[in-house]
């Protein structure tokens, strides 16, 4: 039962990414390599979560890409080829200007699992752009790997900022191509770690001015006896 709930979860994803799927591409799923980008935008940071499923009639060709040495098992080295040679794939820009991406986690499913056209390869990857600036931006998404066995998904997640606003999202006919235009409004500035500051400085300050016209009030008195 535990088992039956973390692989829904871990499924959620493709799931959500799904809603946005073409009909026709159902009809397909058995030899197309189906691969849902989501898109997640936050102050500072993007990150892309790809899920790629194989169908049945190209499992094979896609654990050729994986199991590199064909014994049957996907090392831990053999993982993260396969993440990097996705991630030669794809293409990131923001703003017009070129992003990098790095490979943060994978999850990838047993041979068998992958040969029944359910198993899905997770991976994800971050982008760590400039500090956006106030006001409107532009993401632009390219998917490049296996286009020759591939249909694909691109949507933008719900930013889990109030900071970032996603106002509207484009997609080539199948999707390996996307836009996403988006908002970023930053909060007001925080004036509680400044009133922690400054208040115990001027409480000092005016400690200061009292203890000197204490000091020359007593300097007068002296000097009149």
Not at 43 to 67: F, K, M, W
Not at 86 to 93: G, K, M
Not at 101 to 121: A, M, V
């Amino acid at each position: 039962m535990v088992e039956a709930v973390t692989t829904a979860l871990r499924r959620l994803p493709l799931l959500l990414a799904l809603i946005a799927l073409p009909f026709s591409v159902f009809a397909h799923r058995l030899d197309e390599y189906l691969q849902a980008t989501l898109v997640l935008i936050e102050p500072g940071v993007i990150r892309l979560q790809i899920n790629l499923t194989p169908g049945v009639a190209v499992a094979e060709q896609v654990l050729a890409l994986i199991d590199r040495d064909r014994d049957g098992v996907i090392s831990t080295n053999e993982a993260a080829a396969y993440a990097e040679q996705v991630r030669h794939d794809l293409a990131l820009r923001l703003d017009e200007r070129p992003l990098e991406l790095k490979f943060t986690t994978s999850e990838l499913p047993p041979p068998g699992e992958l040969r029944t056209g359910l198993g899905i390869i997770q991976l994800e990857y971050v982008a760590a752009p400039y500090q956006f600036a106030p006001g409107a931006h532009e993401l632009a998404f390219e998917n490049r790997h296996q286009t020759n066995l591939s249909v694909y998904l691109f949507n933008a997640s719900l930013a889990k900022s109030s900071a970032i606003q996603i106002t509207r999202q484009t997609r080539n006919d199948n999707q390996s191509v996307g836009r996403i235009e988006f908002a970023f409004h930053p909060p007001p500035a925080d004036l509680s770690s400044a009133k922690r500051i400054v208040l115990p400085l001027s409480l000092a300050l005016l400690a200061v001015v009292i203890g000197a016209v204490k000091l020359r009030k007593r300097t007068l008195s002296a000097s009149g006896r």
